[in-house]
C-alpha cells in the first residue's frame, strides 16, 4: 500500500489550501474545498473500508459510488498542511448520495464542510457541463467580496466590469460570473441555488460572502479565481475615481479571437 499522504491529490490539496491562507482568502474556518478523485488512485493507498457513515442531508443520485477528499468543516487552511487527517477527509457517496462513508480522515470525529450540498449539487451540475471538471473551490476573497457592497448585482453588470479590469479575464472565465443575493450558507437551498447558477458560469459570487469556482483541477480552479479576485482589486482601485480609459468591447473580440473563446452570449456588444 502506498502512504496516502504522498499521493499527488493529496500533496496537490495540501499545498492549494495553504496557498489560499497565504493568500488571506480563508480565514479561520472560511473556505472549503471538494476534489473527485478517481477509485483506482485511491485504491492504491486505502482499503476501502468505511471507518464510519455520515448523512449528507441530501440526495444526489449522480454522485453514488462517487469518492471525494474534502475539507472538513470548522477546520482551518493553515493547519491543513501540519494534520492533515484532521482537517481533511476522504469519503464515498452511497445509497443515492445520502449517506457518505469516511475512508480517511477527519480523525477527531470531524465531518465534511457545512457546504457540502453546494459541493455536490455543483459537482453533479458541472459533470453534465463539462466532464472534465472534478474540483469545487470555496473562499472569501477580499476584493470581490467587497465589490459586491459597491457594485449591481446584475451578472451581466458584474461579468463585464471584470472582464474590463484586467485584459486576461474574458480568456480565464469567457462564461463570466454568476451571482447569488445573500442567502443563509450551509443549507440546501444555497446549494442548489448555487447548482444552477454553475450550469452556466464556473464562477458563482454569494453576495457579501465569497465565491464559488468549478475546474479541472485544483490549480486551475485556483487560477481562475486569483483571476477574478485580481480584477476586483483593480476595480476597488480606480471605482472611485473618473475613468479615462477601457477595454472595449471591439478589443474584447479581438481577443476572443485571438485565444479561441467565446464569450457568454449577449454579454458583449
Ligand atoms: P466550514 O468550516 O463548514 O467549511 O464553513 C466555512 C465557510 O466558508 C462557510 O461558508
Ligand atoms: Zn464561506
Same mark, same amino acid.
Given at each position: ?20 491562507? =497565504?493568500?488571506?482568502?480563508? &480565514? ?14 485511491? *485504491? ?11 448523512? #449528507?442531508?441530501?440526495?444526489?443520485? &449522480?454522485?453514488?459510488? *462517487? ?5 472538513? $468543516? ?23 448520495? $445520502?449517506? =457518505? ?13 457545512? &457546504? ?31 465589490? $459586491? ?6 451578472? *451581466? ?29 450551509? $443549507? ?11 450550469? #452556466? ?37 480606480? =471605482? ?16 476572443? =479571437?485571438?485565444?479561441?473563446? *467565446? ?7
Amino acid at each position: 500500500m502506498k502512504d496516502i499522504l504522498t499521493a499527488p491529490f493529496m500533496t496537490e490539496m495540501i499545498r492549494t489550501t495553504t496557498n489560499m491562507y =497565504a493568500h488571506g482568502w480563508d &480565514e479561520r474556518n472560511g473556505g472549503n474545498i471538494s476534489l473527485l478523485l478517481d477509485e483506482a488512485e485511491v *485504491k492504491e493507498s486505502l482499503d476501502m473500508t468505511p471507518i464510519r457513515t455520515l448523512e #449528507t442531508g441530501f440526495e444526489a443520485l &449522480e454522485l453514488s459510488g *462517487k469518492i471525494f477528499l474534502v475539507t472538513g $468543516t470548522g477546520k482551518y487552511f493553515k493547519n491543513v498542511q501540519y494534520a492533515p487527517d484532521v482537517n481533511l477527509g476522504i469519503v464515498r457517496l452511497t445509497e443515492n448520495g $445520502t449517506k =457518505a462513508e469516511l475512508l480517511w480522515g477527519y480523525s477527531d470525529g470531524g465531518r465534511f464542510t457545512s &457546504e457540502f450540498p453546494a459541493h455536490m449539487m455543483s459537482h453533479v451540475a458541472r459533470m453534465k457541463v463539462d466532464p472534465s471538471n472534478r474540483v469545487v473551490m470555496h473562499c472569501h476573497p477580499a476584493n470581490l467580496l467587497a465589490m $459586491t457592497y459597491v457594485h449591481d448585482l446584475d451578472e *451581466k453588470a458584474f461579468t463585464r466590469t471584470l472582464w474590463q479590469m484586467c485584459t486576461e479575464c474574458i480568456v480565464v472565465f469567457p462564461d463570466g460570473v454568476n451571482v447569488l443575493p445573500w442567502m443563509l450558507c450551509g $443549507t440546501n437551498e444555497i446549494g442548489i441555488a448555487t447548482a444552477k447558477k454553475m450550469e #452556466t458560469a464556473r464562477l458563482v459570487v454569494w453576495a457579501q460572502h465569497g465565491i464559488y469556482g468549478a475546474g479541472k483541477d485544483l490549480d486551475e480552479t485556483f487560477g481562475l479565481i486569483e483571476t477574478a479576485e485580481k480584477a476586483a482589486e483593480i476595480y476597488l482601485k480606480i =471605482a472611485h475615481l473618473p475613468l479615462v480609459n477601457t477595454i472595449t468591447d471591439e478589443q474584447m473580440h479581438l481577443l476572443e =479571437a485571438r485565444f479561441g473563446v *467565446k464569450a457568454r452570449e449577449g454579454y458583449l456588444n
